[in-house]
């Protein structure tokens, strides 16, 4: 079973100027603003495109990153589109995520944003999800 899945928004990694916060004693690391936004964008617009429960099986994603400006490394946006999967209720844990293949980043200045692919991978008895 293969599902495609549209995110209408630039997207943006979590590395990008990270902070960093103090609550209480301890101090943590947080991704930036730009990030937050996307990411609660993308969130809604998976959920919205998503009817069904988490899927539970190891899959396969093609993402196709649409960026504004040619910048940002590949892997810091697939950690990003791996947590927006799992935020969003497609897959249960970004975990479950055993291939990348053919994702890779492009620019579209007029209509950033993320186009992904995602496939369920056969389980050791041969079953889908």
Same mark, same amino acid.
């Given at each position: 079973? #293969?599902?495609?899945?549209?995110?209408?928004?630039?997207?943006?990694?979590?590395?990008?100027?990270? /902070?960093? &916060?103090?609550?209480?004693?301890?101090?943590?690391? &947080?991704?930036?603003?730009?990030?937050? +936004?996307?990411?609660?964008?993308? #969130?809604?617009?998976?959920? #919205?495109?998503?009817?069904?429960?988490?899927?539970?099986?190891?899959?396969?994603?093609?993402?196709? &990153?649409?960026?504004?400006?040619? +910048?940002?490394?590949?892997?810091?946006?697939? /950690?990003? $589109?791996? %947590? &927006?999967?799992?935020?969003?209720?497609? +897959?249960?844990?970004?975990?479950? $995520?055993?291939?990348?293949?053919?994702?890779?980043?492009?620019? %579209?200045?007029?209509?950033?944003?993320?186009?992904?692919? $995602?496939?369920?991978?056969?389980?050791?008895? %041969?079953?889908?999800?």
């Amino acid at each position: 079973m #293969t599902r495609t899945l549209v995110i209408e928004s630039a997207p943006r990694t979590k590395k990008n100027s990270l /902070q960093r &916060v103090k609550r209480g004693k301890r101090i943590f690391t &947080v991704g930036s603003d730009a990030h937050r +936004i996307w990411e609660q964008k993308a #969130t809604w617009q998976l959920r #919205t495109q998503w009817h069904e429960s988490p899927w539970q099986c190891p899959v396969e994603v093609t993402a196709l &990153v649409y960026r504004e400006k040619a +910048i940002g490394d590949l892997v810091g946006f697939l /950690q990003a $589109i791996g %947590d &927006v999967l799992e935020k969003g209720g497609v +897959i249960e844990n970004d975990r479950q $995520i055993a291939s990348w293949d053919g994702s890779r980043l492009l620019k %579209d200045t007029d209509r950033p944003r993320v186009e992904v692919e $995602i496939r369920a991978l056969r389980d050791r008895r %041969d079953r889908a999800c």
